[in-house]
């Protein structure tokens, strides 16, 4: 990571004003890409903006308007379109910030989300987890990203530009429901790549565990843990929401949200179950490990009693005394192998017996 990519830290801030607009997050992209929507029922018209400053006003008062903004790390250009929408400043400060958590205002003339939208990395097996924030006012929808490659978006877009679809005829606050629906679903998607990681886990745990797989039991729990801190607070979110009296959201949108909320807690029920899940996985590998020691001092515990009373014979006609009578047996040598035998045969029987090996 280069130093103009570096992140910015929450210190940067210390003892400036409130509505203070300072970057603080990774710069995802060099430069910010601007895209602009305007639809109504019977027109869709889309366009990518080059130039900001020459485009505003951007508003179509006859249709419903949809910006989208890809990197936050340029200031000015959010400054820009809060200055001419009107913006709070507290809410230009939190589009600059990408340590938000998924959060809900209502700031009279404008509606403002946080949340987390989750990609899922097969190469790595991890999940990036990239701020988005949403702007609802009367006929109009902001989005702002940090600006990684793509978005979970494309569903929303293509509705759009499709005919004769309820969102194309649902207003700016429907349009703002579908950008949050379609970050939730995608919370799906993340998870079900993340049971598949849980099932190869498993069948590794099960069958040769190794300190490989503890360390990939640990990034799971890691990556688990970032997963829920993203997705925990949303719940808030949308039941705020939902009882939120405001003229900026229609009364049909209400029952929407309902099923928001709804997904949320399934998916929530989900990470919960996982996290019960990991947390078993580790209680496995340690038995495994400890079963596997217990095996290992096995073996050695039967090997050595095995030995024990050939080490006592062994011991006894080594010893250099004189006297000795069996020493003086033209047998001697073959008897004590015999006798060795024996015993060797008669513990592996009686060990047999009582299902130790």
Known sequence: MTASQRSARRSSKAGMPPGSMVHIGQRRVETPRVSLAHYNASEYREQDISDLAASIPFLDKTATTWLNVDGIHQTEVVARIGEYLGLHPLLLEDLVNAAQRPKFENYGNCLFFVLKMLTYDPDGHSVDAEQVSIVLGADYVLSFQEGSSGDVFDPVRARLKAGGTRIRSGGADFLAYSLMDAIVDHYFVVLERFGDDFEALDEQLVNDPSSDT????????????????????????????????????????????????????????????????????????????????????????????????????????????????????????????????????????????????
């Open 214 to 357: 503890l360390n990939k039991i640990y990034q799971l729990k890691r990556q688990l843990v970032m997963v829920r801190r993203s997705i925990w607070p949303l719940r808030e979110v949308v039941n705020a929401l939902e009882r939120d009296q405001t003229p900026l959201l229609r009364p049909e949108i209400h029952i929407y949200l309902r099923d928001l909320y709804d997904h949320t807690i399934q998916v929530i029920e989900t990470v919960e179950t996982m996290r019960d899940v990991i947390a078993g996985m580790l209680d496995i590998y340690l038995s495994s490990v400890s079963n596997r020691t217990n095996e290992i001092v096995k073996f050695l515990t039967i090997f050595g009693s095995i030995f024990i009373p050939l080490t006592f014979l062994a011991g006894v006609y080594g010893m250099n005394f004189h006297f000795m009578p069996e020493l003086g047996l033209r047998w001697a040598y073959p008897g004590f192998w015999l006798i060795t035998i024996v015993i060797i045969s008669a513990l592996l029987f009686y060990f047999r017996r009582k299902r130790w090996i």
